[in-house]
Every structure is written in C-alpha cells, then in structure tokens.
C-alpha cells in the first residue's frame, strides 16, 4: 500500500525560485494537510484541505499556496522561495472519523533556499 | 504558553529500564489525543491513541488527565528500538474539523 505519496524527496532552491511539492494518497481520506517541521519548532501546520474543493490557512501559511486538485492530491507551492523556507515538509491525510481520525504522513520533502 | 508542550529531553535510559513522558495542553475543550513516534529524519507514525480510560498496547500504556490537561506515555521493558522522538499530538477545537496541534516531541534514547 502507498499511503501517502511526496515529490520530490530532496530540493535545493535559490533565493526566488518557485517550486510546487505534490502529494498524493490512495487512502480515499477527505482532509489532506501541508507541515513544515525545523528544529526546536516542532510540525506547524502551513494549509489544509478538509474536503474536496477546500483550502484553509494553517498557523504559518505566508509565502505558500495550496491546491486540492483532486480527492487524491494536494499540492504545495512556493512563488518565490525566501531562506526561512527552509525546512522538511509533511504531506499528511486523515480519514472521515472526524476529530478522531490520525494523521497519515508521506515521507517529507527536505528543501534547503539558498 | 504553548499550546501542547512537551519536555524535549533527551531521555537516556537503560534497556529493560521503565520510563514516562508527559505532554501538557491548554485546550480545554481538545476532544482527541494522540502519541505518534518519529525516527531520524523519517516521517511520524502514529504510535497510539489515547482514550479517557486509558488504554494499552503491549508495552506502551497511554494516560489522559483532562483535569490537569495532560496525557502521559509510560514504556515498560525499553528495547534499544524504542530510541526516537515521541510527539504529543492534540486536536484543537475549530469548526473546520480535524485540525492538529503538535508539541516538540520528547527525545529518547535507549543504551545497552
């Protein structure tokens, strides 16, 4: 079983670049998510999408925008990469048990602005 | 305040030796708790739900205070493999549904 499917898994950008992180699950779960983890920091959740069709910020969405393109991918993109940006980043996805449901996560993305 | 902190550790530990980590939170109204496990620059797995009976799955035995607004994580028996970071997870309470707060994790590492 997939799960939950990240590209790439490494990237390096220069100051300005843009770049979309895709992510797919084959899992038919209804809410997907984007999270950044740094060190000392902990995930903070960047967007998420509870459904098909719908995109709420998180607790650090600037510079990043999202698309839920379909049920199964959620995509992220940076317009123009900034230093701060980087960082790994988690796709995850959780099933319709509501506020029980776990998250499932891809195996991240490690982006490095230089 | 944080809204899920956790001590980050690191725990050192012997094998076989018992340990437990705490996890505080100041959502009240949080409805659903959750330890997951991290391993070196691997992605979370969750490792278990915590109930508000408290519930146990093998050697792991979760705990939830929703008085004093903390979960706890007990490990029996520590096995070398237990060495990662283990992340206290919270679900807030937003009308948007399931929307997860987690803390910094708490780091062990388990020495022959």
């Known amino acids: 079983n997939a799960g939950v499917t990240q590209t790439p898994k490494f990237q390096v950008l220069k100051t300005g670049q843009s770049m979309t992180l895709q992510c797919a699950q084959d899992?038919?779960?209804?809410?997907m998510y984007w999270y950044r983890q740094d060190p000392g920091m902990g995930l903070r959740l960047i967007y998420y999408?509870?459904?098909?069709?719908?995109?709420d910020k998180g607790e650090v969405p600037n510079g990043y925008n999202v698309s839920r393109l379909n049920k199964r991918e959620f995509s992220l993109r940076l317009e123009s990469a900034a230093p701060s940006q980087t960082s790994v980043y988690f796709c995850?996805?959780?099933?319709?048990?509501?506020?029980?449901?776990?998250?499932?996560f891809g195996n991240g993305t490690r982006l490095t602005v230089t | 305040r944080k809204e899920v902190e956790q001590d980050p550790g690191p725990f050192n530990v012997p094998e076989g030796a018992t340990v437990a980590f705490n996890c505080t939170y100041s959502?009240?109204?949080?409805?659903?708790f959750f330890w997951y496990r991290q391993d070196c620059r691997k992605e979370p797995k969750l490792l278990m739900s915590?109930?508000?009976s408290g519930n146990e799955d093998g050697r792991f035995t979760a705990q939830l205070n929703r008085a004093s607004q903390y979960i706890s994580l007990l490990i029996r028996d520590s096995k070398l493999s237990d060495s990662a970071t283990y992340l206290c997870?919270?679900?807030?309470?937003?009308?948007?549904?399931?929307?997860?707060?987690f803390g910094g994790g708490t780091r062990l590492m388990v020495k022959p």
């Open positions: 999408s509870a459904s098909e069709g719908t995109t």
């Open positions: 995850a996805s959780s099933g319709s048990q509501g506020r029980n449901s776990p998250l499932h």
């Open positions: 959502n009240s109204a949080s409805q659903s």
């Open positions: 899992m038919n779960h209804n809410s």
């Open positions: 915590v109930y508000s």
């Open positions: 997870v919270v679900n807030g309470d937003n009308n948007a549904g399931n929307m997860l707060t």
